[in-house]
């Protein structure tokens, strides 16, 4: 089902062109991933910081119109994944759940919120498979780098402080939670992934079975995360083409607002 997944074919050239991606880089982006990605895989170069850009409060130097260019698209996934239909019917009835362990409590909010790196995010997009009904949620973030890359700790502390433990959703149901770590391409300056698993049963027998692959990535001052998540096993392949192609493109809308300056 995923064999069609690709980046589209003109960021490749533009990427190819800006020496951000050589034709190894082509490779490797033609997605046929393993389950984890173990073995390195092509990586962004550290983008030089300029001293006379003008950076947000944030520290970002993109304007909103760049941030909103640094975006992923439908294109970029290909066929089955096309525009969000709206936030899907499993994050009220899953993810709004609370749980005794503090650590775990703030996985869960962060993930129903959708605030990853720890604050909304200045820029973001949703894309559906209407195939599987799994969607993804891929946003640029609006937080200092230090302000990151605390967040990515925190997150790499999640397989050992929550790898299992039970929540209660609105409705009374008891849910399993299962938390493990979730092998990432190795590009940009830091990056974390996590899986995780969502079991419930209701009072009437009825089974939930949730699954959600969720990224976060720093590229020079700027971040962004994703959550790839549906009722079902979400396929790795479209979490490790968004990692990779989101980097990418960032670095490359980052480079290009630097010449602007």
């Known amino acids: 089902m995923y064999d069609g997944i690709r980046p589209h074919g003109r960021l490749l050239t533009c990427l190819i062109g800006a020496g951000l991606l050589g034709v190894g880089g082509c490779a490797a982006l033609t997605l046929k991933q393993p389950e984890t990605a173990p073995q390195p895989l092509p990586t962004i170069d550290r983008p030089s910081r300029d001293a006379h850009a003008p950076a947000r409060p944030d520290g970002s130097t993109l304007s909103d119109g760049q941030a909103q260019s640094a975006l992923l698209t439908q294109s970029d996934l290909g066929a089955p994944w096309a525009a969000t239909r709206g936030a899907a019917t499993w994050r009220d009835g899953l993810l709004k759940a609370s749980t005794s362990t503090g650590d775990c409590q703030k996985l869960l909010d962060a993930l129903y919120s959708d605030q990853l790196l720890g604050a909304p995010a200045r820029a973001a997009v949703g894309l559906d498979d209407a195939d599987t009904d799994a969607q993804l949620r ?55 992934g996590l899986h995780i698993t969502l079991d419930a049963t209701t009072s009437d027998d009825e089974e939930s079975h949730l699954t959600l692959d969720i990224a976060a990535v720093r590229v020079g001052d700027d971040a962004f995360a994703l959550t790839n998540g549906g009722l079902a096993d979400v396929p790795n392949d479209a979490t490790q083409a968004a990692v990779q192609v989101g980097a990418l493109r960032l670095a490359q809308v980052r480079k290009e607002g630097r010449a602007e300056v």
């Open 138 to 192: 891929y946003q640029i973030g609006a937080r200092r780098p230090s302000d990151v890359d605390a967040a990515l700790a925190w997150l790499r502390t999640m397989p050992a402080r929550c790898a299992r433990f039970t929540a209660t959703t609105q409705q009374d149901t008891q849910e399993d939670v299962r938390v493990t770590e979730l092998p990432l391409p190795e590009v940009g300056d830091a990056r974390q």
